[in-house]
């Protein structure tokens, strides 16, 4: 099993840009497809972006697409997600995800693939 921990939340207004930051330890860092979720008070947590093991493919929901960036550095064992353009609706508590995989171009998009979860860090967007 990888170990994760979020970091980079915080507060930003709409509009700005955040980065969050997500550091995997205790296994293969490139043996895991990555993922990142979110929850909002009160609803049920949502995919937000996936990221394949490579690197080279990646997937985004229609609220993310075109706004948020995913991205992972494999020396550093880190993933990265980059939002821009941000809006009160992405208001949530952001969760890292780790799954193992054997391929490397594959991304997973239900929360049931994943087997490794961070602690989760807090991201609000005022208006």
């Known amino acids: 099993q990888v170990q994760l921990v979020e970091l980079g939340g915080g507060l930003v207004q709409a509009g700005g840009s955040l980065r969050l930051d997500c550091a995997a330890s205790?296994?293969?860092?490139?043996?895991?497809?990555m993922g990142w979720f979110r929850q909002a008070p009160g609803k049920e947590r949502e995919f937000v972006s996936a990221l394949s093991r490579s690197g080279g493919s990646t997937y985004y929901a229609d609220s993310a697409k075109g706004r948020f960036t995913i991205s992972r550095d494999n020396a550093k064992n880190t993933v990265y997600l980059q939002m821009n353009r941000m809006k009160p609706e992405d208001t949530a508590v952001y969760y890292c995800?780790?799954?193992?995989?054997?391929?490397?171009?594959?991304?997973?998009?239900?929360?049931?693939?994943?087997?490794?979860w961070g602690q989760g860090t807090q991201v609000t967007v005022s208006s």
């Open positions: 205790g296994d293969t860092f490139s043996g895991y497809s």
């Open positions: 995800a780790a799954a193992k995989s054997p391929y490397s171009g594959t991304v997973y998009v239900t929360d049931t693939r994943y087997d490794s």
